[in-house]
Structures are given as C-alpha cells and as structure tokens.
C-alpha cells in the first residue's frame, strides 16, 4: 500500500465474528467450519465492538500494526459499522438497541431484495443516550490505540441527530480525527451527513462512466455540492464491481483511476483493483465472485509484479504526480473543457499564489475498448493564458512534451495510454 503510494491502509471491521447465522462462501447460508463469516457480522462471545476477532491476533497486535504503519507514512482506518451478530454481547445484555418483532424475536437486517440473518440493525428508539454513549466510548477506544480515520458504514440509517452530537463531541477534543460516510443513499441525505459533520463522502462515482455523465457529476461535486460534501472518489467497493469494470478490461481500471486521482483530492481503491480483479458472482450482479466479505482471499502480488500482471506502478505514478501537484489537491478549481467525441473527457485543475502557478490538464479516453482521435478546445483564459497563446505541456506518466494552444489533437489508445495527464510548463 505505500509503495503504491497511498497515504491510508483501510480495514473492514476487524472485531469477533458471529458464530450464530454465520454466512458462508459467496454470501450462502450455511458456513462450514472453515468459514470466517462476514467481518461486519459484528460480536461473538468472544467480544464486541471494542475487540479483535482471535483469528486476527490481539489488540497488542494491532498496536504493533499501527506503529508499522506509521513508519511507512500511513495511517490506518477503521470500519465503524454499527451492527450486530445475533450473539454479540449488546443482544443479551441491551435488547431494548434492538428492534423486536411481534413474536418476541428480534428482526435482522434487510434491504431488499438483499437479506442479512447474519447482522442485527440497532435501533436508538428506546434508549438514545446510553446507546450513544457507548458508541462514543467504543470510537474513543479506537483512538486511543492509534485509529484517526474512521469510515463509517451506511451511515444514513442512523438518526442524524446522533451523528450530530457524537462527531461533535468528537471535534471538541479531537479535531484531527476524520468520519468518511459510506452512504449511497438520496443525494439531499448525503448533503446533511455533511453538514453534521462528516468530512468526507462516498459518492456514486462507480456508477458515472460516460462523457456526459462524469462532466455533470464532476462538475457537481467540484461546485454545487463542494461546500457541505467534500467527495472521496472510490473506483470499487467491498459491494461494489461495476459493469464498467467487469467488462471494460485492462484500461478500463486504468482510466478510472487516473479520473479517480485528478478529479478529486481524495480517492480509493479496495484491494484486488490493482490485480484486474473483474469476474462478478453471476451476470448483472456487482458482487464479487468469492468476495473476501465472506472467506479469505490470499493475493500472489510478488508473482504479479514478476509477470507485469499489475496497475501497481501506473497507481504509484498517479499518486506521485498528486504529491507534486498542489492544484490536484483542490476540489473547487476544476474546469471543463470541450472535446468533438463523445467518449473524450477534458478537465483542468489550476491552484495559483504566491509563487505558485500549477496547472494540470487531463484528456482521458472512457470508451475501454476502441481508440478515439479527436479535437480538443481549451478554455485560455480558465488556465491563465491569452486566446492566441501557446505554451508546452509534459505528460507525467511518459514524459513527452508538445506545444498546446486553444485547438489540439489527441489520439488515446486504451490499449496503450488511456489518458494524458500533463502539466503546464510556465516561463
């Protein structure tokens, strides 16, 4: 994760896991002994939410993992899930979290047409503050071993009120700590996850692959939404293998995140994405085949690496040209730029101060699977130039160089470079 050049190691849930409606492989119903189940099938009488699971090793383990990370110049993040396996602690002893159906049992988690047996969902009706309380105490645990990033999972089915109050309390003494909210949810419920505090958003990015579609939600999130949503741009998810991914090969992983890196000063990749990991559990589903959200997925990344069977280095490169580019850490100075095809997508970023003048301009291809030549037609005046002005450019993944104006060709082949990304040089 650091030789690729990323500044956080991510975990899912990293607590016990339920024993009690364990799922097994691909999300089946029965488990076998070997199975782990789902790490966000939280609880087991093994402990809660402020335990390892055995098979992880101890919490002085996860001392030494964090201290590791930070000699490496990562921080690490934590799923918060707030929910339950049918045999964590909470279950027994707060049954009143918890939603109880006419016959006494309580109701597990369901969004249709997706069911979970295996989780709980709490509930904050009947005891509000000692429930938040003890999610307060749970996330200050955490932080006292090291944990300054939380992402917290589906956020918006909880009351707002109570993310309100607990990042506030958080902010009070902690304002370094970061909430990313994994909500894929009404776009007016992820705009009031921000206004309540949460620094950072999951977006439908994954779902936004053609021309139109990413200079409409580009051009939102930079503009429109920049001041309450603040977008950390996923190219896939633990749920989430879109059908451009699955379908568009080698440049389509490409593409995406060289979008991914420029367009938004944050970004992720879940793990297998540098693998040209593509096959889904069956047709028209975005689920993974063998998801490690249900069994463990060992990765030869060294045999990859030998055979060139990798995006490692083109991810490392794309994280090293933002480390070089204050423009790219930016979200606001985005500007579109017209192409004459309809899979060319044309955007620059440009931060300018005192001795400072960075410009980043990048033409993308988002058609996977055929080369595309076009013209191209920059916005002068938006990248500080004259109509009639000239000025070289360098791409910082191959090193060419070649003088642009207003009007320029480009060629992109996805099989070769699916993206320019170039650099303005100024005299």
């Not at 119903?29 to 189940?37: A, C, Q, V």
């Not at 409409?216 to 001041?227: F, G, I, P, R, V």
């Not at 633990?238 to 593409?255: K, T, W």
């Amino acid at each position: 994760v650091a030789d690729m050049g990323f500044d956080v190691a991510y975990l899912p849930p990293i607590h016990p896991i339920g024993a009690v409606n364990r799922k097994g492989a691909n999300n089946t119903l029965t488990s076998g002994p070997s199975d782990p189940g789902s790490p966000w099938a939280i609880g087991s009488a093994a402990g809660g939410h402020d335990a390892i699971d055995p098979d992880l090793g101890t919490l002085e383990d996860f001392d030494a993992f964090v201290a590791r990370a930070r000699e490496l110049d990562l921080e690490v993040a934590l799923d918060l899930a707030l929910q339950c396996a049918p045999d964590h602690p909470w279950v027994k002893q707060h049954p009143e979290w918890f939603t109880a159906r006419a016959d006494g049992s309580i109701a597990y988690a369901e969004n249709p047409p997706k069911k979970y047996q295996d989780i709980y969902p709490l509930s904050f009706d009947a005891d509000w503050a000692r429930l938040s309380a003890e999610v307060l105490r749970v996330v200050r645990h955490w932080m006292d071993h090291g944990v300054r990033i939380f992402r917290v999972d589906n956020p918006h089915t909880k009351p707002v009120r109570f993310w309100e109050a607990l990042l506030g309390e958080i902010r009070v003494t902690d304002p370094d700590v970061v909430f990313l909210a994994e909500a894929f949810t009404r776009p007016a419920m992820m705009r009031a996850l921000g206004m309540v505090g949460f620094h950072q958003s999951y977006t439908y990015f994954t779902w936004r692959n053609t021309k139109s579609e990413l200079e409409s939600y580009l051009a939102e999130l930079s503009h429109d939404t920049s001041d309450v949503l603040r977008p950390n741009l996923f190219v896939n998810t633990p749920d989430i293998l879109s059908e451009y991914l699955q379908h568009g090969g080698r440049a389509a992983f490409a593409v995406r995140a060289a979008i991914a890196a420029t367009a938004s000063p944050s970004w992720g990749v879940y793990s297998g994405y540098e693998l040209f990991e593509h096959v889904a559990v069956r047709p028209g589903s975005e689920e993974y085949l063998d998801t490690e959200k249900f069994q463990y997925r060992p990765r030869d990344w060294e045999s990859a690496n030998r055979a060139g069977d990798t995006l490692a280095p083109y991810l490392s490169s794309l994280n090293t040209i933002r480390r070089n580019h204050p423009a790219l850490r930016q979200l606001r100075n985005l500007t579109l730029h017209r192409t004459d095809d309809d899979a060319v997508l044309c955007y620059s970023k440009r931060s300018t101060g005192v001795d400072l003048d960075d410009t980043v301009i990048v033409v993308a291809n988002v058609d996977p699977h055929s080369p595309r030549e076009t013209t191209f037609h920059l916005d002068l005046p938006a990248l500080g130039y004259g109509a009639h002005d000239t000025f070289e450019v360098t791409d910082e993944i191959t090193g060419q160089t070649w003088r642009w104006g207003q009007h320029n060709y480009v060629r992109l082949d996805p099989s070769d470079s699916p993206a320019h990304i170039v650099s303005i040089r100024r005299t």
